[in-house]
């Protein structure tokens, strides 16, 4: 999909939530949080998400790793499909560090959690709250809104 722009971008993500099951932005939460706290539903926006990423937040995108290495990924996130996340947040760190090269997050580090448009990491958001994790966050608009203000970084 090289050289398609963003344009090519948008589409490859509406045939990605048409192929897998009716992801919308309408499953996205609401009110937006400002700020890493433990709010019912907080979330961020591409223009916060940047800036958290200046403060070197965790970003876990918690898509399957093929829409990883097909559609590309936001820069400086790590992949942990959801289905692997509540795994993930209960290992040993040195177990997580081997299997995600990056340091294990404490309870009360930040982190963001983001997917294609805010279904699934609505979901990862609920289960580190579930775990005790206490300044987590979720991307909302997901890799569809990012893909909207530059494009993606290729695995």
């Not at 045939?15 to 939460?29: C, F, T, Y």
């Not at 997580?96 to 448009?117: G, I, R």
Request: aromatic share 8%.
């Amino acid at each position: 999909m090289a050289g398609t722009g963003l344009g090519g971008w948008r589409r490859a993500a509406r045939a990605l939530r048409a192929a897998g099951g009716g992801w919308s932005r309408a499953a996205a939460p609401g009110p937006t949080g400002r700020g890493l706290c433990a709010a019912a539903e907080p979330s961020v926006s591409y223009q916060e998400l940047k800036d958290l990423k200046k403060a070197n937040v965790l970003h876990i995108d918690v898509r399957e790793r093929w829409e990883i290495d097909r559609f590309g990924k936001i820069p400086e996130s790590i992949n942990i499909p959801l289905g692997e996340l509540m795994e993930a947040l209960k290992m040993d760190p040195t177990e997580f560090k081997e299997q995600y090269n990056q340091k294990m997050p404490s309870k009360s580090d930040p982190v963001v959690f983001s997917c294609l448009a805010g279904t699934r990491s609505k979901q990862a958001l609920g289960f580190a709250m579930s775990l005790g994790f206490s300044r987590v966050q979720q991307y909302a608009g997901g890799f569809d809104d990012w893909i909207k203000h530059e494009p993606p970084e290729k695995k």
